[in-house]
Protein backbone atom coordinates (compact mmCIF):
# COMPACT_ATOMS: atom_id res chain seq x y z
CA UNK A 1 0.00 0.00 0.00
CA UNK A 2 3.15 2.40 0.27
CA UNK A 3 5.66 2.23 -2.36
CA UNK A 4 9.21 3.87 -1.44
CA UNK A 5 11.62 4.61 -4.28
CA UNK A 6 15.06 5.32 -3.07
CA UNK A 7 17.76 7.06 -5.14
CA UNK A 8 21.16 7.78 -4.29
CA UNK A 9 24.01 5.59 -3.64
CA UNK A 10 27.47 4.04 -5.21
CA UNK A 11 30.97 4.18 -4.67
CA UNK A 12 32.95 6.34 -3.00
CA UNK A 13 36.59 6.86 -1.60
CA UNK A 14 36.92 6.98 2.32
CA UNK A 15 36.38 10.24 3.58
CA UNK A 16 33.76 11.26 1.09
CA UNK A 17 30.06 11.90 0.55
CA UNK A 18 26.59 11.00 -0.45
CA UNK A 19 23.25 11.52 -0.36
CA UNK A 20 20.78 8.96 -0.24
CA UNK A 21 16.96 10.28 -1.10
CA UNK A 22 13.73 8.22 -0.19
CA UNK A 23 9.75 8.75 -1.05
CA UNK A 24 7.00 7.26 0.21
CA UNK A 25 4.12 7.31 -2.71
CA UNK A 26 0.82 6.19 -1.03
CA UNK A 27 -1.66 4.07 -2.73
CA UNK A 28 -4.01 4.59 0.48
CA UNK A 29 -4.29 8.10 1.09
CA UNK A 30 -5.42 7.09 4.63
CA UNK A 31 -2.68 5.48 5.83
CA UNK A 32 -0.33 7.40 8.21
CA UNK A 33 3.20 7.74 8.02
CA UNK A 34 4.66 7.98 11.36
CA UNK A 35 7.90 7.83 10.48
CA UNK A 36 10.76 7.75 7.60
CA UNK A 37 14.32 6.05 8.33
CA UNK A 38 17.07 4.57 6.71
CA UNK A 39 18.00 0.88 7.71
CA UNK A 40 21.63 -0.90 6.31
CA UNK A 41 22.16 -4.28 5.51
CA UNK A 42 26.34 -5.61 5.21
CA UNK A 43 26.59 -9.18 3.96
CA UNK A 44 26.35 -11.94 7.05
CA UNK A 45 25.38 -9.19 9.21
CA UNK A 46 21.69 -8.31 10.70
CA UNK A 47 20.01 -5.38 8.97
CA UNK A 48 20.77 -2.69 11.46
CA UNK A 49 19.23 1.29 12.00
CA UNK A 50 21.21 4.13 10.70
CA UNK A 51 18.73 6.97 11.35
CA UNK A 52 15.25 7.64 12.08
CA UNK A 53 13.66 10.65 11.35
CA UNK A 54 9.45 11.08 13.09
CA UNK A 55 6.74 13.01 11.78
CA UNK A 56 7.00 15.13 15.91
CA UNK A 57 10.54 15.73 14.00
CA UNK A 58 12.31 13.77 16.50
CA UNK A 59 15.56 11.82 15.14
CA UNK A 60 17.22 8.85 16.35
CA UNK A 61 20.73 7.88 15.43
CA UNK A 62 22.96 4.87 15.54
CA UNK A 63 25.95 5.41 17.53
CA UNK A 64 28.60 4.55 14.43
CA UNK A 65 27.56 7.08 12.34
CA UNK A 66 26.21 10.03 15.00
CA UNK A 67 28.39 13.15 14.24
CA UNK A 68 28.59 11.72 10.45
CA UNK A 69 25.47 11.40 8.87
CA UNK A 70 22.69 14.00 9.18
CA UNK A 71 18.86 12.84 8.64
CA UNK A 72 16.26 15.18 7.21
CA UNK A 73 12.73 15.07 6.05
CA UNK A 74 9.99 16.78 4.22
CA UNK A 75 6.79 15.24 5.83
CA UNK A 76 4.61 16.71 4.33
CA UNK A 77 5.58 15.48 0.97
CA UNK A 78 6.51 11.98 2.55
CA UNK A 79 10.14 12.46 1.59
CA UNK A 80 13.46 11.79 3.95
CA UNK A 81 17.22 12.22 3.03
CA UNK A 82 20.05 10.97 4.67
CA UNK A 83 23.56 13.09 4.09
CA UNK A 84 26.46 10.71 4.34
CA UNK A 85 29.77 12.76 5.12
CA UNK A 86 33.58 11.43 6.24
CA UNK A 87 32.19 7.89 5.06
CA UNK A 88 34.50 5.03 6.19
CA UNK A 89 34.75 1.15 4.76
CA UNK A 90 32.52 -0.17 7.55
CA UNK A 91 29.84 1.76 6.41
CA UNK A 92 29.48 -0.40 3.00
CA UNK A 93 26.33 -1.88 3.14
CA UNK A 94 22.89 -1.81 0.75
CA UNK A 95 20.88 0.86 2.66
CA UNK A 96 17.20 0.40 2.68
CA UNK A 97 14.56 3.48 3.64
CA UNK A 98 11.85 2.24 5.76
CA UNK A 99 8.68 4.14 6.43
CA UNK A 100 6.57 3.51 9.66
CA UNK A 101 2.98 3.57 8.87
CA UNK A 102 -0.67 2.92 10.88
CA UNK A 103 -4.23 2.71 9.01
CA UNK A 104 -6.21 1.70 11.82
CA UNK A 105 -5.11 -0.09 14.47
CA UNK A 106 -2.51 -1.79 12.27
CA UNK A 107 0.82 -1.06 11.91
CA UNK A 108 3.16 -1.80 9.09
CA UNK A 109 6.50 -1.53 8.30
CA UNK A 110 7.41 -0.61 4.57
CA UNK A 111 11.30 -0.82 2.59
CA UNK A 112 12.49 0.33 -0.09
CA UNK A 113 14.41 -1.97 -2.59
CA UNK A 114 18.05 -0.91 -1.18
CA UNK A 115 20.48 1.06 -3.01
CA UNK A 116 24.32 -0.46 -2.90
CA UNK A 117 26.80 2.02 -0.57
CA UNK A 118 30.19 1.12 -1.03
CA UNK A 119 33.25 2.88 0.49
CA UNK A 120 36.84 1.56 -0.71
CA UNK A 121 39.88 2.25 1.46
Known amino acids: QVQLVESGGGLVQTGGSLRLSCIAL??????????MGWYRQAPGQQRELVALSTRGNTTQYADSVKGRFTISSVSARNMVYLEMNNLKPEDTAVYYC?????????????WGQGTQVTVSS
Open 98 to 110: NAKTDFGATMTDY
Open 26 to 35: RRIFRININA
